[in-house]
């Protein structure tokens, strides 16, 4: 960029413009074209990113996203919910046009990191990726990658961001079954895994084995920390011994985690596992369900090591609560969204035991809410870019 005795310099204008948040820089591109190619430009958009992450100003820019559908309508939406009110302050309707579905159609979220969003159409393996912030969206291709022994099934999918490649990348891991041509039940089953980067925009096998079987696709079965995909396991080999499987996004290695003894988690017949982020921490929730009408428990524990099984740590014990649905996550590093069998949004105060209703609510079980972060990071990939500025 140019400067005349009337500009700012570049990098003062660069400081006062990495304050603003995404909806205003959007409407300052129009102001002219020098600043629509510096709000456009990579370097300005990881240096707003950054800058949105430190410690000091993430507050200002860290909320939530609430996926639930609309009792009225039955369509699905997404609700923004700002970090200091956890109010609503803007709601949208899931893309789902890109896939010829329509509003009423559900959607599960795979994952977010640094502003986007990995969205698939339940019951199908139609994967987008959403920058629900400036509103790009891209549909990622379906992997092309065949195997010898036959037909993969998928599992699960995971997404999160490769700090060393600086890439974004779907992880999918699949069932497949050796030597096809005995019949099926007397078939090995294992499991493979592929990954799709954005920056290349297409799939790949990763050559790490898969140590164990993955649950099926399900939010509250998986979670993504400090780089750490991490999905709810059975060992390979029998299903006694439960896990979590974490996996390296940048290395693109696999890591097992057996979980606590049934005992000491406090599980039991009645009883779901939820995994969570709290603290940056890759956290286990045991949700004992209501068990005539005398009230939920939970039980929290924390992982502070990856594969070090002795490094589960118990937080808390909750409970009796009446009317809980289900646990949905945790709010700073004291409390917890809860829904109820209502559909309503609470928050859940672990310290004090305060129990608030947000007065945000959906059909019932329809509820889901990620940490978000607004960002301008683009949805197109170094390719998609190449064919969009060839034409």
Known sequence: MSTTNEELP??????????????SL????????????????????????????????KNMHVGFLLLRREKTSHN??????????LEISSTQAVP????????????DIVG????????????????????????????????????PEGKAFPQDLGFGFDIKSNDYKVVMILENYDYPELPFHKRKRFSVAEVYCLS??????????????????????????????SWWAHHSGGKCNQCIISFDMSNELFLTTTLPDNRA???????????????????LVIFIGDIELSGSFFHIWSLLEFGVRESWTKLFTIGPLMGIEKPLGFFKNDSMFLENNEGQLLLYNLSTQEMTNLQIGGVRKSLEIITYMESLIFVKGENDLEDQNST
């Open 10 to 23: 570049e990098d003062l204008v660069i400081q006062i413009l990495q304050w603003l948040p995404v909806m």
């Open 26 to 57: 959007l409407r300052l591109k129009c102001v002219c074209r020098s600043w629509c190619d510096l709000i456009s430009g990579q370097n300005f958009i990881t240096k707003h990113l950054l800058h949105n992450q430190t410690t000091s100003n």
């Open 76 to 85: 699905y939406v997404f609700s923004k919910l700002p970090y200091e009110t």
């Open 96 to 107: 789902s046009s890109y896939f010829g579905t329509n509003k009423t159609d559900k959607f």
């Open 112 to 147: 977010s990191s640094n502003g986007l969003v990995c969205l698939r159409v339940h019951g199908s393996l139609d994967i987008i990726l959403w920058n629900p912030a400036t509103k790009e969206t891209k549909v990622v291709p379906e992997s092309q990658i065949s195997y």
């Open 200 to 229: 290349t925009n297409s799939w790949r096998k990763v050559h790490a084995c898969v140590p164990g079987d993955i649950l099926r696709f399900n939010i509250s079965h998986r979670t993504y920390t400090k780089g750490m995909l």
């Open 265 to 283: 988690i406090g599980y039991g017949h009645y009883s779901l596992r939820r995994f969570f982020v709290l603290n940056e921490l890759v956290s």
